[in-house]
């Protein structure tokens, strides 16, 4: 079965300009994650979808990230306007189900450079 | 909330050689236990992961994995490393019926020939 897909893999702007990924999860996998992996550290759940309905946004800076689940399939993250400090990979991952012990499966990620 | 520590940042070991990887986690409750590999340019794998019954769990490319309750650890073994295991290792908690995983900070494994 393919994969989860993201797009682009690497994306350099600059400060204050803005940008935008593309998830495109497993087929049939309900639910859709963003992480932020910032060199050196593990990656962090910036937000969860279930479906097309958000179930955990808490770690988003909402003031410059957003996100969207169209239809239940893909998604798109933005950061507007970008800062240095969100130069990371940013990775999708999606699983079955909503369970803890569902496994997700993790895309190649986007390398976001921000000069 | 819950928290996982991976105290060793970098290690080196010879191909051929035993390997262990120190995973801490803090959870108050029975944790869902995850390890990941992270080959350069690619996504995160899952290895292996435990959720309840034997302790000792079996994984993929030769891995395994100990959970201790009484030291709150989940340590990855590979009893003979090769090169193409050399990668950044993960160790993540999950919580009950949320899914959201904690990650630790990782430990970069290199293999010398």
């Known amino acids: 079965e393919a994969g989860v897909a993201q797009s682009p893999r690497y994306k350099i702007i600059e400060k204050r300009q803005s940008v935008a990924f593309w998830c495109n999860p497993i087929s049939g996998h309900a639910t859709l994650y963003w992480y932020q992996q910032i060199l050196g550290q593990g990656p962090k759940l910036l937000i969860q979808f279930q479906n097309n309905g958000v179930v955990d946004d808490s770690q988003l800076p909402k003031d410059r990230f957003s996100a969207e689940r169209l239809k239940g399939v893909d998604s798109t993250l933005k950061i507007q306007p970008a800062k240095l400090e969100d130069s990371a990979v940013y990775l999708c991952a999606s699983s079955l189900g909503t369970s803890g012990a569902g496994e997700q499966y993790f895309g190649p990620g986007t390398r976001l450079t921000v000069t | 909330a819950q928290s996982v520590t991976q105290p060793d940042i970098h290690i080196t070991v010879s191909e051929g050689a035993s390997l262990e990887l120190r995973c801490n986690y803090s959870?108050?409750?029975?944790?869902?236990l995850f390890w990941y590999v992270q080959s350069p340019g690619q996504g995160l794998q899952l290895l292996l992961k435990y959720f309840s019954g034997d302790t000792l769990v079996q994984g993929i490319k030769g891995f395994e994995a100990e959970f201790k309750r009484s030291q709150s650890s989940f340590n990855l073994r590979k009893p003979s490393v090769h090169w193409s295991d050399a990668a950044e290792y993960f160790c993540?908690?999950?919580?009950?019926?949320?899914?959201?995983?904690?990650f630790g900070t990782g430990t970069r494994l290199q293999v010398t020939l």
């Open positions: 993540a908690v999950g919580a009950g019926t949320a899914s959201k995983l904690t």
């Open positions: 959870y108050g409750a029975t944790p869902y």
